[in-house]
C-alpha cells in the first residue's frame, strides 16, 4: 500500500523551477480575473479588455522582454505565467499571449534595436495593443505560400501591402476586431521583381481614435463557440503603404535601393528560422491546454468525491462514484497522462529557456529539437485536454452540463487548441520530420527521403537521443530482463523499452517505406509521403509517447520526499501501462506482448487503479488551484452537501423496514 503524501510536497516537484512565478500568479490574481459564466460576447470582451491593462506585468507576463524594457529575458517564465493564467480565464491567457506572447514575441525576434526602442515599452504596458497577423482565409497551416505581398518601391522608399483576394485576407486575428492599434504583418516580400519569401512588417491599422487606417479593412470573426473574451477579426490590405523602417530586418534587409541581403541565403531555411523564433506561442498553448485539462479533473475527482449513487448489498449508505471501478478508468488514466504531460512540459520549457534566453549561443540542432518537441507536445496535450474535459464533464452528469460549473466554459475555450499554433496533425508531420531526417535536411523539403543516407544504425542514434536524466534512463532499460515473461508488467525498465522499442521499429518501417516510394516513384514526392502518412504520424506520436515517459522517470529521480516519490511512481506506472493498454493490438501484431501478458496489463491496470482511489484528492490538490479561480459551484456547495448527505442518511436508515 501507498502511504498517503503530502499534496505540498507534490506541488513542490509540479511547481519546478518557475515556482516563484506560479505562486505569485497564485497570489496576485483574485476573484476580479476569474472567468464569469453566462456573459454575452460583449460583456465578455469588455471584461477581457479591461483586465488586460490591469493585468500585473511583474508576475511573469513580461518575462521574455528584454531587460533594459521592463522584462526579465526569461521567456521558460513568461511560458508559465501564461499556463497559470490559463487556470484563471482562457480568454484572458490568449489575449495576453496575443499581445506580449505573438506580437510583442515577434517584434523581439524578427526586429532589431530600433524596433525595440520604439515599440517594447508601450507593448509591455498595453499602452499599444497589437494583433499577430499571419494566417490568411486560404492559408493557415501553410504559411510559406501566404498570398498577402509587400513589394518594394526604391522611388518612394516605402512598400506597398496587398490583399490581391478575399482568401489572402488575415484572418481569425486575435485584437483585430476591436483593441488592435497595430499588426506585425506576414506577407511575401518583392523587391528588384523578386520574391523573397514571407518577412514581417509592423504595420498601423488603427488611428488613436480607433478608426482604421486608410486602405485597411478591419471586420469581426464573428459569433465562436467560445474565447468569448477575444476579439478575433479580419483584417485586409488595399495598396497599404508602409515605410521600409517598418520592416522587422532581423533576419532580412531591404537598402533604399531595394537590395536585399539576409546572412541566410536559402529562402525556406531562412523562413524556417524565423518561423522557429516565434515557438514559444506553441509551448505556451500546450501547456494551457493541459492548465485546463487540471482544473477540468480536480473539478471532476472533488465532485466523485461527494456524489452518491446507487447502495451496496446490505448497506443503507449509496456509493460515492470515485469506487466505481468504471469511474476510476474515467479519471485516474487522465489524471496519470496529465501528470506525465506536467513533466514533460516541465523538460520543454527549460528547453525554451536554455535556446531562447538572453544569453543563450545560437544552436540549430537545439532550435530544430526544440521546434519538434513544441510540435509534437502541443498536440498531444490539445488532444488530451479536448478528450478529458468531456470526459470529466460527463463524470459530473447533469451538473457538468451548468455553466456555473465551469466545465462547459473550458470544453469550449479549448475545443480551438487543436487546430491553432498549428494544425495537430500537421504538427505530428513536422515532428516525424525532424526524426526522419534527423534535424539535418533541407528544413522541409521532400527531396531528401529516399536517400541511402537513411540506414537503421542511423535511426538507433536519433532514437537514443535522451531527455533529461539521461544516464538514469539507460540504466533502467539495461537492467530490464531480456524475456518479457520474466519482468513484473511494472517494472520501469521494461516500460521504457517497450516505448523505445516501438518508436524504433515505426520509425525504421516508415524509412524503408519512404525508401521502397523512392525508388519506384522518384519523380512523385507527394506520392512517396501520402502513401505512408498514417505511419508517419503513428511514428510521431510514439516519440513524443517515449520522451514524455522519460521526463515522468526524471521528475521521480528528482523527488526528495519518499512519500511523494512513491505515489508519483505508482501514477508513472499507470500511465505506462494505460499506453500500453490502448497500443496492445500494435503490440501483439509485432510480436511485442503475447495475449497473456497484455491481459495481464489490464489486470494490473485494474490493481493500480484500486491502489490510487485514495490519493486521487491528494493528486488533484497537488495542482493547487485556488476555489477561487475553479469558480465551480459545486465545489462551493462541497462541505454543506457533505453534511447534508450525511444527516439524510442517518434520517433513512432510522426509519423502520416494511
Request: proline share 3%; hydrophobic share 40%; charged share 25%.
Amino acid at each position: 500500500m501507498i502511504r498517503e503524501a503530502d499534496p505540498a510536497r507534490l506541488q513542490e516537484v509540479l511547481d519546478g523551477r518557475w515556482a516563484h512565478i506560479r505562486q505569485a500568479v497564485r497570489e496576485r490574481l483574485g476573484a476580479e480575473f476569474v472567468t464569469v459564466p453566462g456573459e454575452t460576447g460583449d460583456q465578455a470582451r469588455e471584461r477581457i479588455s479591461r483586465l488586460i491593462r490591469e493585468l500585473p506585468t511583474d508576475v511573469g507576463v513580461a518575462s521574455a522582454f528584454p531587460v533594459e524594457y521592463g522584462g526579465s529575458g526569461d521567456p521558460g517564465g513568461s511560458a508559465v505565467a501564461a499556463e497559470m493564467l490559463a487556470q484563471v480565464d482562457l480568454s484572458l491567457m490568449v489575449k495576453a499571449g496575443v499581445q506580449w506572447g505573438l506580437f510583442g514575441g515577434a517584434v523581439v525576434a524578427l526586429g532589431t534595436a530600433k524596433h525595440h526602442e520604439a515599440y517594447l515599452r508601450d507593448i509591455i504596458s498595453a499602452d499599444l495593443m497589437g494583433c499577430f497577423a499571419m494566417t490568411e482565409t486560404g492559408h493557415g497551416s501553410d504559411v510559406q505560400q501566404l498570398r498577402t505581398t509587400c513589394t518594394y518601391d526604391p522611388e518612394s522608399g516605402t512598400f506597398d501591402l496587398h490583399t490581391p483576394h478575399q482568401a489572402a485576407r488575415k484572418d481569425y486575428i486575435g485584437n483585430a476586431a476591436k483593441d488592435g492599434r497595430m499588426a506585425v504583418v506576414f506577407a511575401q516580400l518583392i523587391t528588384g521583381g523578386r520574391r523573397y519569401g514571407v518577412h514581417a512588417w509592423l504595420v498601423p491599422i488603427r488611428d488613436d481614435q480607433g478608426n482604421p487606417m486608410p486602405g485597411v479593412t478591419l471586420g469581426d470573426a464573428g459569433a465562436k463557440a467560445g474565447l468569448l473574451g477575444v476579439d478575433n477579426g479580419r483584417i485586409s490590405f488595399d495598396h497599404v503603404t508602409v515605410p521600409r523602417e517598418m520592416l522587422l530586418d532581423r533576419y532580412g534587409q531591404v537598402a533604399p535601393d531595394g537590395t536585399y541581403t539576409s546572412s541566410i541565403e536559402n529562402d525556406t531555411r531562412r523562413f524556417f528560422t524565423m518561423l522557429g523564433t516565434l515557438v514559444r506561442g506553441r509551448v505556451t498553448v500546450g501547456a494551457s491546454a493541459s492548465a485546463a485539462t487540471r482544473s477540468a479533473l480536480t473539478i471532476a475527482v472533488r465532485y466523485g468525491d461527494i456524489r452518491r449513487q446507487f447502495t451496496r448489498p446490505g448497506d443503507d449508505r449509496e456509493v460515492v462514484l470515485n469506487d466505481y471501478l468504471a469511474h476510476q478508468r474515467k479519471l485516474l488514466p487522465a489524471l496519470a497522462t496529465t501528470y506525465a504531460y506536467a513533466f514533460a512540459q516541465e523538460e520543454l520549457v527549460a528547453t525554451l529557456a536554455e535556446v531562447q534566453g538572453t544569453d543563450a549561443e545560437v544552436d540549430e540542432h537545439r532550435q530544430r529539437e526544440l521546434e519538434s518537441r513544441a510540435a509534437g507536445l502541443k498536440a498531444v496535450q490539445t488532444w488530451h485536454a479536448t478528450r478529458t474535459i468531456q470526459m470529466c464533464r460527463e463524470a459530473c452528469g447533469g451538473a457538468g452540463y451548468l455553466a456555473e460549473n465551469r466545465l462547459p466554459g473550458l470544453k469550449a475555450d479549448t475545443d480551438v487548441f487543436t487546430t491553432f499554433e498549428g494544425d495537430n496533425t500537421v504538427l505530428l508531420q513536422l515532428v516525424a520530420k525532424g526524426l526522419l531526417t534527423g534535424y539535418r535536411d533541407a528544413f522541409g523539403s521532400l527531396d531528401g527521403w529516399g536517400r541511402a543516407t537513411f540506414v537503421a544504425e542511423q535511426v538507433r542514434e536519433m532514437v537514443l537521443e535522451r531527455t533529461a536524466a539521461r544516464s538514469l534512463i539507460q540504466r533502467l532499460v539495461s537492467a530490464a530482463p531480456g524475456r518479457d515473461e520474466e519482468v513484473a508488467v511494472t517494472d520501469r525498465g521494461w516500460h521504457l523499452t517497450v516505448f523505445e522499442d516501438r518508436e524504433k521499429h515505426l520509425l525504421e518501417g516508415a524509412i524503408r517505406r519512404l525508401r521502397k516510394g523512392a525508388a519506384t516513384k522518384k519523380d512523385h514526392p507527394f506520392e512517396i509521403f501520402n502513401d505512408v502518412q498514417d505511419h508517419i504520424l503513428k511514428t510521431a506520436a510514439a516519440h513524443i509517447d517515449r520522451i514524455t515517459l522519460e521526463a515522468f522517470v526524471a521528475g521521480i529521480d528528482r523527488t526528495t520526499d519518499p512519500d511523494a516519490r512513491a505515489l508519483l511512481s505508482r501514477v508513472c506506472d499507470l500511465y505506462a501501462l494505460s499506453v500500453i493498454e490502448a497500443d496492445k493490438g500494435w503490440l501483439m501484431e509485432h510480436g511485442r506482448l503475447t495475449p497473456a501478458r497484455s491481459k495481464a496489463v489490464t489486470a494490473v491496470v485494474n490493481d493500480l487503479l484500486r491502489e490510487l482511489r485514495p490519493h486521487m484528492r491528494t493528486l488533484v490538490d497537488a495542482f493547487a488551484i485556488p476555489d477561487t479561480w475553479l469558480n465551480a459551484a459545486i465545489l462551493r456547495e462541497e462541505d454543506d452537501r457533505q453534511e447534508a448527505t450525511a444527516k439524510e442518511d442517518e434520517a433513512v436508515r432510522s426509519l423502520p423496514v416494511g
